[in-house]
């Protein structure tokens, strides 16, 4: 949980605690006295470790696990968790040590990075990496530890000292040897619990409790304590919910027999009847989801359960229990023939009858199916909320693991785990809420996928490569080759948008430029009117000469920029992008003082080869500007036109006959060059990247000139 009262390491004054924790294995009575005087800790010296005759005190990597570094702090605050396997409760020990982090490469990455591959050929490589961190803190040729991590305090506690009600105290830092000097305290809170299957623990208590009944049965009336027994009943192959789903079902039945043998011969009393009933029974059903689905599972909401099986199991069990009781709701206007008493009442009352029949007994079906689905869908995101710290744990591996190790190698965590997981789910649900779950699952993992890769971009193709194959292999498993999800289904909304992430990270800066540049044009083509004003331009080729001629005509109704209501505008003109011009420069028209309708008239020419005019994204840019004495230029407004409408064979030249060709009249937009754009944000990210930085660099100048209107 936390920490006080720590040592002061650094020059500062504080630390940067971390803890490092795990179960040290199992070690008879006689080793057990025998090292009672000395404390194990994980950074003894590697020529310590070789002189032991016994390795028993030395963590296997699995076992290892490390907090977040916590900077400049005597009073840390993890507030993490952690789940161990025990081999041997009563010899076991939880060991924790706390260090103040020192150096750029730590124990602490180290570990994280073993524990993400744990089980994998490359585990070795990275265990090494570990143990070189110990012995020299990440200085690969150094075997000093002057640089060191500072040991803080460690903590030992003895599994089989651990009360049936756990921990939650406040442990005192102890030393590792004589000569350590250390303070403070560590606030932890541990409970020890079994990961069989829950139910059996259930099936042994009610046993117990019938047997007490029968030795002292409840045969005093003023007796009002009920315990509620829950039991599980198969509905669909090995899938089950709790028999209290069929007691609320069994309790509409007893209305329907009721109903049968009443056969009430008045309409109106018939329909008053037939409404109380029904709101009765809705009554129980609430009942139903707010106290079985949740009171009768109350470590849903334990931490210390959240990758148990048998969490996973009573979950779904909750699920078939709703999806049970909705589907029965469905079939109630028939079992109490609904259509009967509407007709009556339409018989006795007119429509106006009909319509209260629709309104009051629909009504309340619609209300129950409502609530029934909304708490389905909470019990699915509480599922789901399961999986997602494991799901994390895959998805960094497969970002931490090396170019070395394969991409089957890579992906092979997170295909284990959720292997694991849909044969508990197939096993657990009905075919309607396992297509539900799955959906979930498969929307929770794109979104976690989506996330990781948008935090790196920038970095090198292989690693887009990689999640592009853990991708492809996610849609095989969801689809199980036409037995799972629609293909249709998997490749939709969020999976488009990580398709469309991962195909524009892995391009090349000049392609990000092209395609910026596209869609630039691609929304010229649809702009048909702007409040930011117009250009009227004119455009020839003459292409013996190879060269454009430009005419910039005039511009009209341009936003006003300045303090009187007007702009004092002019126009930039370049092709672009420039990387398939690299010798053409920019252009500008004169200034045009205080107007929102300026008048041009001027003539520019850029040399264009053939190659250059056919690139599908070549263009002309069109910047309008507002002229400022004293400070920097403002941003009027922008239009592209593609070089493919004006150079194209068989096209009027710069002669008298081309010159009477209609000017081209181009809409402005004034959009901020970074607002959702997704090549701009890729193109930022590449830091490393002249070109790219280049291209940025000019876009957020229009953006700050924007900015400072």
Known sequence: MKGKNLMAKDANGYSDPYCML????????????????????????????????????????????????????????????????????????????????????????????????????????????IAKSVRSNGAAASGSEENADDFLGCINIPLNEIPVVGYDKWFKLEPRSSASKVQGECHLILRLFTTQVLLLYCDYCLSQMKSMRQVFPCNNSACNVSVLMIQLEPIQRQAKHSSSAVDVTTCFTQVQEFWAQLAWPDSAGAFIFITRLTDVNLLIFYRFVLSTLYLSFPHFRSPFLLFLAAALVQVCVALNSTEHVRVYLGGLPRELDWRGVEQAMEESCGLEGKEQVNKSLNGQLYNADIDLQREAKRLIAHLTDKVVACIKKCIQHISLSPDSINNDEAVAPLMKYLDDTLVILNESLVKENLTRVLQSLWELLLRMIMDTVVENRGVQVEFYTRFQYTVETLVRFFHADGEGMLLEDLKSGDYKALEEELRLNKCSSFELIEQYFLEKISQQRILKHSRFGRISVKCYYDAPEQRLTVEILHAADLIALDANGLSDPFVIVELCPHHLFPTARSQRTQVKLKTLHPVFDELFYFHVSPEQYRHRCACLTFTVMDYDWLSTNDFAGEAVAPLSDFCWPGRPSATPAGKTLQPVILHLSRQKPSAQNLHFLMLYARTANREAQEFVRKLKEIEKSMEEE
């Not at 009672?36 to 696990?65: T, Y």
């Not at 507030?79 to 060991?95: A, S, Y």
């Open 22 to 129: 795990g179960i040290l294995l199992g070690q008879s009575p006689k080793d057990t006295e025998e090292k009672k005087e000395r404390k194990f800790s994980f950074r003894k010296r590697r020529e310590k470790l070789e002189k032991r005759s016994s390795v028993k005190e030395v963590l296997a990597g699995r076992d290892i696990q490390v907090t977040e570094v916590k900077p400049e702090t005597l009073n840390p605050v993890w507030n993490e968790h952690f789940v161990f396997d025990i081999d041997d409760v009563h010899n076991d020990l939880l060991h924790l040590d706390i260090w103040d982090h020192d150096d750029d490469v730590s124990v602490a990455e180290a570990c994280k990075k073993l524990n993400e591959i744990s089980g994998f050929r490359g585990m070795g490589r990275y265990f090494k990496q």
